[in-house]
């Protein structure tokens, strides 16, 4: 059975920086690109970031390049997202997501919250 | 970056049959089809339809996409109560280098 279990979000001044993580079970983690998408409170789903399998190509949103960056480590079967200049619009649900052509397996999320 | 359009809401009674769309354009929707996932309140995204306009395995079969030109649709026959849900289309786009999402639509089963 494919999972994926977020962990790291919590409160967060502006300004401040987090680091979360994804564990993947159930799948070979390395044949595969991996994403994180986000949710604002009431609102609708925003890609973040994406990474290949082996780690060489990344691609971000354009409103968190330069803050956000992504990365994998294969023989761990994690993927992770740090974040670093936070803002209160960055406030969401984060979602790990694994990408077989399209978001086929979703993480339950962790709650980031930005706000002093 | 932008993305792609959906209609906010869409209401039909019990057993009817509900499409939804999502607009895009050439360097998305166009290029390689919009995928649909389905989310109910408090629970993560659920992937129906491939871009392929395919199912995945477990989807039940009254749930249908296809695509026109730079518009994507998803057809759900029979609605059930449990249809009831936010509905988001998403598509990769070429000249973004970055995956979009759809706004989404709010089905409301009456």
């Known amino acids: 059975e494919v999972q994926l279990v977020e962990s790291g979000g919590g409160l967060v001044q502006p300004g401040g920086s987090l680091r979360l993580s994804c564990a993947a079970s159930?799948?070979?983690?390395?044949?595969?690109?991996m994403n994180w998408v986000r949710q604002a409170p009431g609102k609708g789903l925003e890609w973040v970031a994406n990474?290949?399998?082996?780690?060489?190509?990344?691609y971000y949103v354009d409103s968190v390049k330069g803050r956000f960056t992504i990365s994998r480590d294969n023989a761990k079967n994690s993927l992770y997202l740090q974040m670093n200049s936070l803002r209160a619009e960055d406030t969401a649900v984060y979602y790990c997501?694994?990408?077989?052509?399209?978001?086929?397996?979703w993480g339950q999320g962790t709650l980031v919250t930005v706000s002093s | 970056q932008a993305g792609l359009t959906q209609p906010p809401s869409v209401s039909k009674g019990l057993r009817q049959t509900a499409t939804l769309t999502c607009t895009g354009n050439s360097n998305n929707v166009g290029n390689q089809g919009a995928a649909w996932l389905q989310q109910h309140q408090g629970h993560p995204p659920k992937l129906l339809s491939y871009r392929n306009n395919n199912r995945p395995s477990g989807i039940s079969e009254r749930f249908s996409a296809s695509r026109s030109g730079n518009t994507a649709s998803l057809t759900i026959t029979g609605l059930q109560p449990e249809d009831e849900a936010d509905y988001y289309c998403s598509a990769w786009d070429s000249s973004l280098s970055a995956w979009v999402f759809g706004g989404g639509t709010k089905l409301t089963v009456l």
């Open positions: 159930g799948f070979t983690f390395s044949n595969y690109w």
């Open positions: 990474i290949k399998q082996d780690g060489s190509e990344k």
């Open positions: 997501v694994r990408d077989y052509g399209d978001f086929d397996y």
